[in-house]
């Protein structure tokens, strides 16, 4: 993607399922859960640059031992950082009683993080602060073990503002408004119901207070706790949780909409956002690791027990595309898949723009997220190709000689590594004048690469903002003096804000909607455009159930030519001597492409929760009304 853009976070839980001693023995290390749980992490370090943090929970310890400990960090190098921490202290006890470095027991008692269950996280904060206490997992404390409450996930919830509302209204008293802590109180409200309730009839049975605890935590029922707690949870989310005593939890949103693997043997269970960290931390096939359906909780008890109980009813999946296009490590077989065949998918719209002369065509892209797509569209170019040789031999096969036949058999799609990323934006250079220069030089240039009688096609994933195309991109391209550069977008038009963890909140920040404005300030008078935005305070005093989606009014005036068109236009500055085009995916080939994962609210305005329409209803108020902030 040419456009920065922050996304959701990623998620890591692991809990072993065999004494500590067998992991000694077998892989000759205390360390085996922690090892792991660094290789899962990094694995998903694309979902994670603002900050890491992990919690563990040791089973069976008697009381006045600790058995809960956390390491966060916000540094440069959070992963490496936290994990160094934890290291630590290993090492220094190693080093100061040599004689028990081996002892499992000791180092148990002694060592943070010698433990069987762990919750780890990558954050990409999408709004608020980038500080240590922003970084998940969040913890509750309480000296009653099965009270105690880690929280970690990637999530972001719509109605935060009404959840908060309603624990306050529950006696409660939240230190921060946070989605997290809102979501983490809430659970916590109704583990301790049932703690009280579990306790209550154990007291009334004649069962003595030190004899009640182990009993509560086997009858803990997680299933039940979280259809409470999540009853009116509107958002995108995977939400893992561990509790003090040693149950664990991973709860998805029943629309599907954020993804979750987990993975099952006789020594580990398992749970990350990604299916490939799974694949290659613990070298397992494709087939062994299962997706959480939506709606489910995974529960694993303090005894090892492992099952998936549904916590809110599905009625249907809307898995993030956008997950699919960006997102998700392209090292997923069906993620690689999928992106190929959205490559090939848009070859026919390339075609028509360059008017079939493919002969005076480049082919490159933008790196990296899109070269899947700019694979699967060169061997949709090389079947087109192939095609029209057969052709073209079959008709003339009587009078071709050994000449044309070689030429028309050598003929390949033409292919250059045109753009070169060659800095990294620094963001501590704030002021647009130096921060614009500066993007200006974010890609650099092959030259000599094409001639200036060539189109260029230059291959993306997706376009957002369009800021780095206009600014840096285009320019840079504009020094190849080629005929025409036609930029190609394997995503849809994102016309709508996300609201469900990534970072697109505010609707002015889309290039489609921009160039929709202006196509609409163009077509009608300015009375129009209030008419949406009362349409859109009306719309939002209902309940949000009933809420519908007024910003399509925005676009449906418009085919999606006419804002691809609008959009070339856009970002065509002056000193650009060559054509612009941009194309883009069309929805019902995104569908092709991605049948299991219908999530497409970004291009189509379809969002999963009620919540989403109230969010972009909000959205163009805010735009409308000149404030840049969040919606929700």
Same mark, same amino acid.
């Given at each position: 993607?040419?456009?920065?853009?922050?996304?959701?976070?990623?998620?890591?839980?692991? /809990?072993?399922?065999?004494?500590? !001693?067998?992991?000694?023995?077998?892989?000759?290390? %205390?360390?085996?859960?922690?090892?792991?749980?660094?290789?899962?992490? !990094?694995?998903?370090?694309?979902?994670?640059?603002?900050? %890491?943090?992990?919690?563990?929970?040791?089973?069976?310890?008697?009381?006045?031992?600790?058995?809960?400990?956390?390491?966060?960090?916000?540094?440069?190098?959070?992963?490496?950082?936290?994990?160094?921490?934890?290291?630590?202290?290993?090492?220094?006890?190693?080093? !100061?009683?040599?004689?028990?470095?081996?002892?499992?027991?000791?180092?148990?008692?002694?060592?943070?993080?010698?433990?069987?269950?762990?919750?780890?996280?990558?954050?990409?904060?999408?709004?608020?602060?980038?500080?240590? @206490?922003?970084?998940?997992?969040?913890?509750?404390?309480?000296?009653?073990?099965?009270?105690?409450?880690? &929280?970690?996930?990637?999530?972001?919830?719509?109605?935060?503002?009404?959840?908060?509302?309603?624990?306050?209204?529950?006696?409660?008293?939240?230190?921060?408004?946070? @989605?997290?802590?809102?979501?983490?109180?809430? #659970?916590?409200?109704?583990?301790?119901?049932?703690?009280?309730?579990?306790?209550?009839?154990?007291?009334?049975?004649?069962?003595?207070?030190?004899?009640?605890?182990?009993?509560?935590?086997?009858?803990?029922?997680?299933?039940?706790?979280?259809?409470? =707690?999540?009853?009116?949870?509107?958002?995108?989310?995977?939400?893992?949780?561990?509790?003090?005593?040693?149950?664990?939890?991973?709860?998805?949103?029943? =629309?599907?909409?954020?993804? %979750?693997?987990?993975?099952?043997?006789?020594?580990?269970?398992?749970?990350?956002?990604?299916?490939?960290? #799974?694949?290659?931390?613990?070298?397992?096939?494709? @087939?062994?690791?299962? !997706?959480?359906?939506?709606?489910?909780?995974?529960?694993?008890?303090?005894?090892?027990? &492992?099952?998936?109980?549904?916590?809110?009813?599905?009625?249907?999946?809307?898995?993030?595309?956008?997950?699919?296009?960006?997102?998700?490590?392209?090292?997923?077989?069906?993620?690689?898949?999928?992106?190929?065949?959205?490559?090939?998918?848009?070859?026919?719209?390339?075609?028509?723009?360059?008017?079939?002369?493919?002969?005076?065509?480049?082919?490159?892209?933008?790196?990296?997220?899109?070269?899947?797509?700019?694979?699967?569209?060169?061997?949709?170019?090389?079947?087109?190709?192939?095609?029209?040789?057969?052709?073209?031999?079959?008709?003339?096969?009587?009078?071709?000689?050994?000449?044309?036949?070689?030429?028309?058999?050598?003929?390949?799609?033409?292919?250059?590594?045109?753009?070169?990323?060659?800095?990294?934006? /620094?963001?501590?250079?704030?002021?647009?004048?130096?921060?614009?220069?500066?993007?200006?030089?974010?890609?650099?240039?092959?030259?000599?690469?094409?001639?200036?009688?060539?189109?260029? &096609? #230059?291959?993306?994933?997706?376009?957002?903002?369009?800021?780095?195309?206009?600014?840096?991109?285009?320019?840079?391209?504009?020094?190849?003096?080629?005929?025409?550069?036609?930029?190609?977008?394997?995503?849809?038009?994102? /016309?709508?804000? @996300?609201?469900?963890?990534?970072?697109?909140?505010?609707?002015?920040?889309?290039?489609?909607?921009?160039?929709?404005?202006?196509?609409?300030?163009?077509?009608?008078?300015?009375?129009?455009?209030?008419?949406?935005?009362?349409?859109?305070?009306?719309?939002?005093?209902?309940?949000?159930?009933?809420?519908?989606?007024?910003?399509?009014?925005?676009?449906?005036?418009?085919?999606?030519?006419?804002?691809?068109?609008?959009?070339?236009?856009?970002?065509?500055?002056?000193?650009?001597?060559?054509?612009?085009?941009?194309?883009?995916?069309?929805?019902?080939?995104?569908?092709? %492409?991605?049948?299991?994962?219908?999530?497409?609210?970004?291009?189509?305005?379809?969002?999963?929760?009620?919540?989403?329409?109230?969010?972009?209803?909000? =959205?163009?108020?805010?735009?409308?009304?000149?404030?840049? &902030?969040?919606?929700?």
């Amino acid at each position: 993607m040419s456009d920065r853009l922050n996304h959701e976070c990623g998620l890591a839980l692991i /809990r072993l399922l065999k004494p500590l !001693e067998f992991y000694q023995e077998k892989y000759g290390s %205390a360390s085996y859960g922690l090892n792991k749980l660094y290789l899962m992490l !990094e694995k998903q370090h694309n979902r994670g640059q603002d900050g %890491a943090g992990f919690a563990s929970v040791k089973l069976n310890v008697k009381p006045g031992q600790r058995f809960m400990h956390r390491e966060r960090s916000a540094d440069q190098n959070p992963i490496q950082e936290i994990f160094k921490l934890a290291n630590e202290n290993l090492s220094a006890f190693s080093k !100061e009683h040599p004689k028990s470095k081996d002892d499992i027991t000791i180092l148990k008692k002694n060592v943070p993080h010698v433990s069987e269950l762990f919750l780890g996280h990558v954050r990409y904060g999408t709004f608020g602060k980038n500080s240590k @206490d922003a970084v998940h997992p969040f913890l509750r404390q309480n000296n009653w073990m099965h009270r105690n409450l880690i &929280v970690a996930g990637n999530f972001n919830m719509t109605n935060n503002k009404q959840m908060f509302q309603d624990l306050v209204r529950l006696g409660q008293h939240p230190k921060e408004m946070s @989605d997290t802590v809102t979501v983490m109180e809430r #659970i916590g409200h109704f583990l301790d119901d049932s703690v009280s309730k579990i306790y209550k009839k154990l007291k009334k049975e004649g069962v003595s207070k030190m004899d009640a605890s182990s009993i509560i935590a086997e009858r803990i029922d997680l299933q039940k706790i979280l259809v409470k =707690a999540s009853s009116d949870w509107d958002g995108g989310y995977v939400i893992g949780g561990l509790i003090g005593h040693g149950d664990a939890f991973v709860v998805r949103d029943p =629309a599907g909409i954020r993804p %979750a693997f987990f993975y099952k043997d006789d020594e580990v269970v398992v749970v990350a956002s990604e299916r490939p960290v #799974i694949q290659t931390v613990f070298n397992t096939d494709f @087939d062994e690791i299962k !997706e959480i359906n939506p709606g489910d909780c995974l529960i694993i008890k303090k005894s090892g027990k &492992v099952f998936s109980k549904n916590v809110i009813k599905s009625n249907f999946k809307k898995s993030c595309s956008f997950e699919r296009i960006y997102f998700s490590r392209g090292s997923d077989q069906e993620i690689y898949n999928e992106r190929k065949k959205l490559g090939k998918l848009v070859f026919p719209q390339i075609l028509e723009s360059v008017d079939s002369d493919l002969e005076n065509t480049v082919f490159s892209y933008i790196p990296n997220t899109a070269e899947v797509s700019f694979y699967g569209l060169i061997q949709e170019a090389e079947k087109y190709i192939i095609d029209l040789a057969r052709e073209k031999i079959l008709r003339n096969k009587n009078k071709i000689n050994d000449e044309d036949l070689k030429k028309i058999l050598s003929f390949r799609p033409r292919i250059e590594k045109v753009a070169i990323k060659d800095a990294k934006l /620094r963001t501590f250079i704030t002021d647009d004048v130096n921060r614009d220069e500066l993007v200006k030089h974010v890609y650099d240039i092959t030259y000599g690469s094409l001639k200036k009688t060539d189109n260029l &096609v #230059i291959v993306d994933d997706s376009i957002v903002r369009g800021t780095t195309l206009q600014k840096s991109i285009l320019k840079m391209l504009n020094r190849l003096s080629p005929k025409k550069i036609v930029v190609v977008s394997s995503a849809p038009q994102i /016309r709508y804000p @996300d609201c469900y963890g990534i970072d697109m909140a505010i609707m002015e920040d889309l290039i489609a909607f921009r160039a929709a404005i202006k196509l609409f300030k163009r077509k009608y008078d300015d009375n129009a455009l209030k008419k949406i935005y009362e349409k859109c305070i009306s719309e939002n005093k209902k309940t949000t159930a009933e809420i519908r989606n007024i910003v399509r009014e925005v676009y449906e005036p418009f085919s999606d030519e006419q804002i691809s068109k609008e959009i070339s236009k856009m970002l065509k500055d002056k000193d650009i001597k060559s054509d612009v085009e941009v194309v883009f995916q069309s929805i019902e080939n995104l569908h092709k %492409a991605c049948p299991e994962h219908l999530g497409d609210w970004y291009f189509s305005g379809n969002y999963p929760t009620p919540g989403g329409n109230k969010v972009v209803n909000k =959205a163009f108020i805010n735009y409308y009304e000149g404030m840049k &902030v969040r919606a929700y």
